[in-house]
């Protein structure tokens, strides 16, 4: 048997959908994992079996050259796989867990994390009090967002395009897996979108790629916005005027002259590194570690830390 130094470095990918990401299977190999495999189909009922085949076989020394990565689209399933996975280790037989189930994780603390960055450099505030709607927020990026500034003392708004019943469901069902407040809301018709746009001091667009959800128009309703952020780098922009490389520019059409807009490729860049630093991380920290969103949230944070104002 080779020694631990000479093992490969091998991680183990598993996914609820029929196929993994090719995304993290890229990023899994630029951060030096040698061996990558995925396993997909996989249910919350088969992580502890698969976790403990991957940790007996190789030794408590060739452990800390093996990790496990969770994926998928289901932010609230890779949570709950991810304390599965942790719950499954025998130590010192332990490997390092990593969870970004569509690079939601990631997503969303590049895009709070950035946001609060301009907050505090453009406004002087955090976002302790402020209004919070994210648009297309019932899907996996929007739901981690939410979670974010929820625990950030924000008053967040969870918009649903197709029914008030849909955003209340996701708000309830996020409000109990991460105890937070948030509250529902229906975007789906002008009238109710721009009586949610007045009351908003930050708009996320979260929805999916290709869909505008705040055009030119609805912006001027948005009294009292401070930031618009979108996530969507496909055309047309998710929201108008805001350019995917904008990184904190004045916003066009705003009521305020203080508003800025942040790009679906500034967001892009950051959450790349958190990424990266992450799958890093697992294979080189020495330790076994389990990464969420609240670590995400923390390495994006570091990151725009280093970028300065």
């Known amino acids: 048997m080779p020694d631990a130094a000479e093992r490969p470095y091998v991680l183990h990918m598993f996914t609820s959908t029929p196929q993994m990401s090719p995304f993290d299977v890229n990023m899994a190999a630029d951060a030096g994992y040698q ?3 995925p396993y997909c189909n996989v249910d919350e009922g088969s992580v502890v079996q698969l976790t403990q085949d991957a940790i007996f076989s190789r030794g408590p020394k060739g452990v800390s050259r093996t990790g496990i990565f969770l994926g998928g689209r289901d932010v609230m399933l890779a949570a709950d796989m991810l304390e599965r996975a ?10 390092s867990v990593f969870a970004d189930p569509s690079g939601a994780y990631t997503t969303a603390a590049a895009l709070v994390a950035l946001a609060e960055k301009h907050l505090k450099a453009s406004h002087q505030v955090g976002f302790d009090g402020k209004r919070v709607l994210i648009l297309g927020g019932t899907g996996a990026v929007g739901r981690v ?3 974010m500034t929820a625990s950030l003392g924000a008053d967040v708004v969870v918009g649903s395009h197709s029914s008030q019943s849909r955003a209340t469901q996701v708000s309830d069902e996020i409000n109990r897996r991460f105890d937070i407040a948030t509250t529902g809301v229906a975007t789906g018709t002008t009238e109710q979108l721009h009586r949610e746009l007045a009351r908003a001091e930050i708009v996320f667009a979260t929805a999916a790629a ?9 912006i001027a309703q948005a009294k009292h916005l401070l930031i618009a ?9 998710g929201i108008a005027g805001v350019n995917v490389m904008d990184d904190g520019k004045p916003l066009a059409g705003a009521a305020r002259a203080d508003a800025i807009g ?3 490729l500034a967001i892009g860049n950051v959450k790349y590194q958190a990424e990266h630093r992450l799958f890093v991380r697992m294979r080189t920290g020495g330790k076994p570690v389990y990464l969420g969103f609240p670590e995400a949230f923390d390495e994006a944070r570091a990151i725009v830390a280093g970028q300065g104002s």
């Open 35 to 37: 061996i990558v495999v």
């Open 86 to 95: 942790r719950n499954a280790m025998v130590p010192p037989f332990e490997v």
């Open 145 to 147: 967002a939410a979670a």
């Open 210 to 218: 290709g869909v505008q959800v705040m055009s030119a128009a609805d």
């Open 229 to 237: 952020a979108d996530v969507n780098a496909v055309p047309p922009e």
């Open 262 to 264: 942040i790009g679906a």
